[in-house]
């Protein structure tokens, strides 16, 4: 069965990428280091407060925010999981990708303003902090960490492997050094310069990942003689591979589109970044712009898993060892060295990218949201938030070097786990006076507790789902039942329980 609920750069542990190690290659990984030092140079001497840290001074322009955003979305699944999924199951894989701009939409309208207008009235820096002052509930924002923290456990660790995969790859250290040197690199740049040099990082990362995709997508087309061609050679072995819902049943398409639909609207990496932006009032573009910069990035997304399925039937390429083999295979086979060592490490660079926010976000979560929830607020947020950012950078790399299998199961419900207990709450919380803080607290506790009960007992194979029916769905939907439920048997006077700035806000 596949499940909906895949983690962006999970995927790069099912697979072994080929050692490259060649001197063009190498170059360009050490240049594109050079440059993250650079830009986290610059971005430490800005970084003077707790604010600074953790939101950047809400002193972000919509461009940098909305190629930071797309960078921190798609992750390492666009370049190496993604297309072997296409290879896998046919045009069905695009059901992730095409509620993206649907998602942009919701996003923008739903939640960006009001996140942006609740962040500078109230000095929030978190996403538990706007659940908190929605309900005026310091339970519900401590509940909202909680729920985050477990899922970016997986996502930090998910991704430190993931980086040592890939940096082995270029440079043959082993995947054991290659995770220390990408979580020594994240960190000293997470460290330093907080979010702020995270965005920057992202604007970098995000461009590299769309110049290498829009290149990789030209050379497919030149070398299959174009989609018509392409399509011909797939159609003459396989049709069902482009029926409409590939290889996939129609439940399990809609599946993804409903999880990675909705789901989006409570990614905590995503969601963050929309306290940072400069100027509410351009967030009209945000959308359209968003969109745009997904369709660049994920031409390789399709291009690859179309491309590399045409060029194996058609004889032009080997037969895969593995399906996460189709990106690297195709870049070593039939595009310039060049190319590929842009591409790996535009696969590095969207695995850091991740890491960061994840480390950034964990570490608030740890010396904001927490002490908030118990009443015992820090005094010096900036330095503890410092030193809990290295503390979970490095956990996260014991945790990847030392249980690899284990790695792989925390990130695949990642996805999942944020969507379940942070959509209701949030986005349409925001939106509907009539919810209720308990209705908040019981959507998040069944968000989490049936995520980790069905992906635990899915995971040792104590039963399996029925065919399209994924733990991340179930627990999505019983999640918005619960809310509602809970919100209705416990309504009151919406002017009473909220707070007049709050209720303005969501009015607006």
């Not at 590939?246 to 990496?269: D, I, R």
């Not at 997904?294 to 080997?318: D, E, P, Q």
């Given at each position: 069965m596949i499940l909906a609920n895949i983690e962006a750069t999970a995927a790069l542990l099912q697979t072994s990428l080929p050692h490259v190690k060649q001197p063009v290659v190498i170059g360009v990984g050490l240049a594109y280091f050079a440059v993250i030092i650079g830009i986290s140079v610059w971005a430490a001497r800005r970084t003077k407060t707790a604010a600074d840290f953790f939101v950047a001074g809400h002193g972000i322009g919509l461009i940098a925010l909305t190629v930071a955003s797309v960078s921190t979305s798609v992750s390492g699944f666009a370049f190496i999981g993604g297309p072997g999924l296409?290879?896998?199951?046919?045009?069905?894989?695009?059901?992730?990708?095409?509620?993206?701009?649907?998602?942009?939409?919701?996003?923008?309208?739903?939640?960006?303003?009001?996140m942006r207008l609740l962040g500078e009235a109230r000095g929030l820096m978190t996403v538990p902090d706007a659940i908190g002052a929605r309900y005026n509930s310091p339970a519900s924002q401590g509940l909202a960490g909680i729920a985050m923290l477990v899922g970016i456990i997986g996502y930090m660790a998910t991704n430190a492997l993931a980086m040592g995969v890939v940096i082995n790859a270029i440079f043959g250290v082993g995947i054991g050094w290659g995770i220390w040197i990408g979580m020594g690199i994240t960190l000293a740049y997470s460290v330093a310069g907080g979010i702020l040099a995270g965005i920057y990082n992202d604007v970098f990362q995000g461009t590299l990942m769309a110049v290498a995709s829009v290149l990789v997508f030209v050379f497919v087309l030149k070398i299959g003689g174009g989609l018509g061609n392409i399509s011909t050679s797939i159609l003459s072995h396989d049709p069902k591979f482009l029926g409409a819902w590939g290889k996939m049943t129609p439940l399990a398409a809609l599946s993804f589109f409903f999880v990675f639909g909705m789901g989006s609207l409570g990614q905590p990496q995503g969601v963050?970044?929309?306290?940072?932006?400069?100027?509410?009032?351009?967030?009209?573009?945000?959308?359209?712009?968003?969109?745009?910069?997904?369709?660049?990035?994920?031409?390789?997304?399709?291009?690859?898993?179309?491309?590399?399925?045409?060029?194996?039937?058609?004889?032009?390429?080997?037969?895969?060892?593995?399906?996460?083999?189709?990106t690297p295979s195709l870049l070593l086979s039939v595009t310039?060295?060049?190319?590929?060592?842009?591409?790996?490490?535009?696969?590095?660079?969207?695995?850091?990218?991740?890491?960061?926010?994840?480390?950034?976000?964990?570490?608030?979560?740890?010396?904001?949201?927490?002490?908030?929830?118990?009443?015992?607020?820090?005094?010096?947020?900036?330095?503890?938030?410092?030193?809990?950012?290295?503390?979970?950078?490095?956990?996260?790399?014991?945790?990847?070097?030392?249980?690899?299998?284990?790695?792989?199961?925390?990130?695949?419900?990642?996805?999942?786990?944020?969507?379940?207990?942070?959509?209701?709450?949030?986005?349409?919380?925001?939106?509907?006076?009539?919810?209720?803080?308990?209705?908040?607290?019981?959507?998040?506790?069944?968000?989490?507790?049936?995520?980790?009960?069905?992906?635990?007992?899915?995971?040792?194979?104590?039963?399996?789902?029925?065919s399209g029916v994924t733990a991340s769905a179930v627990a999505l939907v019983l999640s918005f039942l619960m809310f509602f439920l809970v919100s209705w048997l416990t309504r009151r006077d919406p002017d009473k329980a909220i707070d007049p700035d709050v209720r303005l806000i969501m009015e607006l």
């Amino acid at each position: 069965m596949i499940l909906a609920n895949i983690e962006a750069t999970a995927a790069l542990l099912q697979t072994s990428l080929p050692h490259v190690k060649q001197p063009v290659v190498i170059g360009v990984g050490l240049a594109y280091f050079a440059v993250i030092i650079g830009i986290s140079v610059w971005a430490a001497r800005r970084t003077k407060t707790a604010a600074d840290f953790f939101v950047a001074g809400h002193g972000i322009g919509l461009i940098a925010l909305t190629v930071a955003s797309v960078s921190t979305s798609v992750s390492g699944f666009a370049f190496i999981g993604g297309p072997g999924l296409i290879y896998t199951v046919g045009l069905g894989a695009m059901y992730i990708v095409l509620p993206a701009s649907v998602t942009n939409v919701m996003g923008a309208w739903v939640l960006a303003k009001r996140m942006r207008l609740l962040g500078e009235a109230r000095g929030l820096m978190t996403v538990p902090d706007a659940i908190g002052a929605r309900y005026n509930s310091p339970a519900s924002q401590g509940l909202a960490g909680i729920a985050m923290l477990v899922g970016i456990i997986g996502y930090m660790a998910t991704n430190a492997l993931a980086m040592g995969v890939v940096i082995n790859a270029i440079f043959g250290v082993g995947i054991g050094w290659g995770i220390w040197i990408g979580m020594g690199i994240t960190l000293a740049y997470s460290v330093a310069g907080g979010i702020l040099a995270g965005i920057y990082n992202d604007v970098f990362q995000g461009t590299l990942m769309a110049v290498a995709s829009v290149l990789v997508f030209v050379f497919v087309l030149k070398i299959g003689g174009g989609l018509g061609n392409i399509s011909t050679s797939i159609l003459s072995h396989d049709p069902k591979f482009l029926g409409a819902w590939g290889k996939m049943t129609p439940l399990a398409a809609l599946s993804f589109f409903f999880v990675f639909g909705m789901g989006s609207l409570g990614q905590p990496q995503g969601v963050h970044k929309y306290y940072m932006l400069r100027d509410p009032m351009q967030l009209k573009w945000y959308p359209l712009l968003k969109t745009l910069g997904l369709i660049l990035v994920l031409l390789l997304y399709f291009g690859v898993g179309v491309g590399v399925k045409a060029f194996v039937l058609n004889g032009t390429m080997a037969p895969l060892s593995a399906p996460d083999q189709a990106t690297p295979s195709l870049l070593l086979s039939v595009t310039p060295l060049v190319l590929a060592a842009l591409v790996f490490s535009g696969v590095a660079a969207a695995t850091m990218s991740a890491a960061n926010s994840f480390i950034n976000i964990g570490a608030a979560v740890v010396m904001h949201d927490l002490p908030i929830a118990f009443g015992k607020r820090l005094k010096n947020e900036l330095k503890w938030g410092r030193a809990v950012t290295v503390l979970m950078a490095i956990a996260a790399a014991l945790i990847a070097q030392n249980s690899g299998t284990m790695v792989a199961f925390l990130g695949i419900f990642g996805w999942g786990l944020f969507a379940s207990t942070l959509v209701p709450a949030l986005a349409v919380g925001l939106n509907w006076d009539g919810a209720t803080r308990e209705g908040a607290m019981a959507s998040i506790g069944t968000g989490l507790f049936v995520t980790l009960a069905l992906e635990t007992a899915s995971y040792f194979k104590a039963f399996t789902f029925l065919s399209g029916v994924t733990a991340s769905a179930v627990a999505l939907v019983l999640s918005f039942l619960m809310f509602f439920l809970v919100s209705w048997l416990t309504r009151r006077d919406p002017d009473k329980a909220i707070d007049p700035d709050v209720r303005l806000i969501m009015e607006l």
